[in-house]
Each structure stands twice: as structure tokens, then as C-alpha cells.
């Protein structure tokens, strides 16, 4: 498929959830958000209904993201379906680690290809205050077992404040190059601001080749992370909202007062 600015957009982004077992300060609110009611959330049926349809028309990258993908109950089994649908040629989630010594091996066998995970230090102090609680001995674990599991390439996502990497940037990247991951810096994004980078070691944030559609838990399809234009999967049906999100999707992202980054996926 291609967009009017003749993008071909073949990479569709799925938030199975906006919950999280962590809250990292520039994700969510200290006091915590209003979350997606469960009968608002989309069904696994509907999103492999919906990932089907996105496949015909064009798609073949498949990213989990949420909140935390592995906190909704079941998720293995969706990412066993979604696996199965032909046309799909990378499959990869996006997770914060902490669950991922318990889910590697289920994951692995379910027909995952890859992971992104998110470590913005190696501290434990600083972690449980930049995740406001979390233990980065859990990532560090999951990793391990992430990587025994067969899990290549992983790639580690760092959020940094500036260009100019910082001590916990720096530490991570030592403990990644150690292990054979591949580090990618995300610089700090303001959804309000419209202030955003181009990921280092990755292209996301370049939107002159942006390939990228969002569908989130709640059955909205976003054509941009930064614009608040979103086209509700259960009304219009799957290819119709499709359709809509390519023919509006914008040239480049402005800014967004409806999105957060626990609901799209960042
Ligand atoms: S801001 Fe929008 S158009 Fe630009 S890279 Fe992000 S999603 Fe794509």
C-alpha cells in the first residue's frame, strides 16, 4: 500500500493493552491513568481478524506493543495466531523485560521472531526511579533467558533526555555490546509539544519514509503518533478504516493531544 506521499506502509504497530507493570515518568502520570474498560478492549478474535485484512492489503512487519504486551492475560496464544497468517515476514513485541524470564521460552515456541526491550540504565537505584518501582534484575534475567531461548536480534531501546549520551546511556550500551544486543536511542518525545527525534539506530521518528499504521487495544487505527486522527475499527470495519488512515496519513507528525504513549505504543 502506499499513502499519497507515495510511503509504502507495510508495518503495523498493535497495542494489545494500555496496563503496565511499570510507570516510567515519561510514559505515564505519577497518580496513575484511566484505563481502557474491558469491554472497549479488542478481543484477540478481532485483532487477528483485523491483522488478516491489514496483511491482504499490503502488510507484512507485525509489531506488539501496548502498556506492557505480556501483562494481558492469554497474549501467547494471540501471538501463536497472528504467527500463522501468511504474508508476515517479521514479528516482533516491544517490552519492558520484567516479565520476560517467565514468557521467553512460550513466546519463542508461540512464533515470535524478535524483541525490542526497553533498559534506560543498569543502576537499580536509578531504575526504580526512572520506573517509579520497577527491578532491573528481572530485565537483566529475562534478557539472559531471552537470549538462551533464541531470540536474535534483541534490540535494547534507551530512552536518553539528550544527543549527548549520559552515564546510564553509556552503561547500558557497555552491557549491550558485551551481550550481542543491538542499543537504539530514543531520544525523549513531548506528544503535546510535537517534539520529536529520529530513533538512533532505528527509523522511527523519520517520517519522510515513515512505513508505520497503530492500532490500538481500543480499535483505533492511527495513520501518525504525533496527530490525533484515528479510525474506529469496529464501525468502519477493517479495510474501510485502513483506507482512511493511508488516504489522511499526514506527512509528517505535527502534534497530538489525544494519543499517549501506554495506549498507542509509542
Ligand atoms: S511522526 Fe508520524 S509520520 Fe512521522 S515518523 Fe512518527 S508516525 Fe510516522
Redesign the pocket.
Same mark, same amino acid.
Given at each position: 500500500m502506499k499513502d499519497l506521499f507515495q510511503r509504502t506502509i507495510n508495518y503495523l504497530r498493535i497495542s494489545v493493552t494500555d496496563k503496565c507493570n511499570l510507570r516510567c515518568q515519561y510514559c505515564m502520570p505519577a497518580e496513575g491513568v484511566e484505563l481502557i474498560k474491558h469491554d472497549d478492549l479488542l478481543s484477540f478474535e478481532e485483532i487477528a481478524d483485523f491483522t488478516r485484512t491489514a496483511v491482504e492489503m499490503g502488510i507484512n512487519k507485525v509489531r506488539f506493543t501496548g502498556g506492557e504486551p505480556l501483562v494481558r492475560r492469554g497474549f501467547v496464544s494471540l501471538v501463536e495466531t497472528i504467527s500463522k497468517i501468511e504474508g508476515i515476514k517479521d514479528l516482533a513485541m516491544s517490552t519492558n523485560g520484567i516479565l520476560l524470564d517467565k514468557f521467553s521460552k512460550p513466546l519463542k515456541e508461540a512464533g515470535l521472531h524478535r524483541l525490542n526491550v526497553s533498559l534506560d540504565t543498569l543502576d537499580p537505584d536509578r531504575y526504580r526511579e526512572i520506573t517509579r518501582g520497577g527491578d532491573v534484575t528481572k530485565v537483566l534475567e529475562g534478557l539472559e533467558i531471552a537470549k538462551k531461548e533464541g531470540f536474535s536480534p534483541i534490540k535494547i531501546n534507551t530512552v536518553v533526555n539528550e544527543r549527548q549520551h549520559g552515564a546510564d546511556a553509556k552503561m547500558v550500551e557497555a552491557y549491550a555490546q558485551k551481550n550481542g544486543f543491538f542499543i537504539r536511542y530514543i531520544m525523549r518525545m513531548d506528544l503535546e509539544k510535537g517534539e /520529536?527525534w529520529t530513533v538512533e539506530g532505528g527509523d !522511527? !521518528?523519520?517520517?519522510s519514509i $515513515?512505513n508505520?499504521l497503530r492500532l490500538t487495544s481500543n480499535g483505533l487505527i492511527k495513520p $501518525?503518533? /504525533?496527530?490525533d486522527l484515528g479510525y474506529n475499527v469496529r464501525e468502519l470495519g477493517a479495510r474501510e478504516a485502513i483506507l482512511q488512515a493511508i488516504t489522511n496519513k499526514?506527512k509528517? !507528525?505535527t502534534e497530538s493531544h489525544t494519543n499517549s504513549f501506554y495506549a498507542v505504543g509509542g
Open positions: /520529536f !522511527g !521518528g523519520n517520517c $515513515c508505520r $501518525c503518533l /504525533f496527530s499526514p509528517a !507528525g
